[in-house]
């Protein structure tokens, strides 16, 4: 699916006009870049999280001809998907993990003087 198609699909399931459900998708996509952007986090329950991550300066080498070569630091976006969205993607594999979880710990007791 690509940008043309979610609009397609937003209009259609949201009685939309393609115009107003692209607007829509913009504002979206612009308030999750601009939030990133300065340094924030997007959180969307059950989906997954946007945040920006630091990659630190590194030493590498170019392949072709050997010579060591210093990577700058850079800012990247990062995804992290939701256990609702890992789920669907995968419901064995949620399924699995669902049943590895340990039982939760009864509460303590509380003592008496």
Do not use: C, W
């Not at 198609?5 to 399931?13: F, G, P, S, V, Y």
């Not at 504002?27 to 999750?32: I, K, N, R």
């Amino acid at each position: 699916m690509n940008k043309t198609d979610l609009i397609e699909h937003l209009a259609a399931t949201h009685e939309l006009s393609k115009a107003e459900a692209g607007r829509i998708l913009e504002t979206l996509l612009d308030a999750v870049v601009t939030t990133v952007k300065k340094g924030g986090a997007v959180s969307i329950p059950g989906f997954g999280s946007f945040k920006q991550h630091a990659r630190a300066a590194r030493n590498g080498v170019n392949p072709s001809t050997g010579a060591k070569i210093k990577i700058a630091a850079a800012k990247l976006p990062k995804f992290t998907p939701g256990a609702g969205f890992k789920a669907a993607v995968d419901p064995k594999a949620a399924a699995k993990k669902a049943a590895a979880k340990p039982a939760a710990k009864p509460a303590a007791k509380a003592k008496k003087k």
